[in-house]
């Protein structure tokens, strides 16, 4: 088991950068796949990225490829979602979450999740 919290989210103008950290309890946080979520007012929570437990395999979004970019550091106990040109529709509560399985995370029922942090982005 292990505890999450994000950080990192704020309010940004459209084209602009944030980088999203996940920081987890636990001595086992090598062996669990990770991913981000996001939900947006009144739309259910969406998949946006997940990682594997060595961060050999990555999965993405088709509304984030080639815009965001998932990392982990075993080492930290850390996840990071680099995301880069934002846009308005990319406004919403980042979850981070994870799960022993990473088909499980990209599937969106991982076992473990976050509080959760705003990011907003304005035109």
């Known amino acids: 088991q292990v505890q999450l919290v994000e950080s990192g989210g704020g309010s940004v103008q459209a084209g602009g950068s944030l980088r999203l950290s996940c920081a987890a309890s636990g001595r086992t946080f090598s062996s669990y796949a990770m991913g981000w979520f996001r939900q947006a007012p009144g739309k259910e929570r969406e998949f946006v990225a997940a990682?594997?437990?060595?961060?050999?395999?990555?999965y993405y979004a088709d509304s984030v490829k080639g815009r965001f970019t998932i990392s982990r550091d075993n080492a930290k106990n850390t996840v990071y979602l680099q995301m880069n040109s934002l846009k308005p529709e990319d406004t919403a509560l980042y979850y981070c979450a994870a799960d022993v399985s990473p088909r499980t995370v990209v599937g969106g029922t991982p076992t473990e999740w976050g509080q959760g942090t705003q990011v907003t982005v304005s035109s």
């Open positions: 990682i594997n437990w060595s961060g050999g395999s990555r």
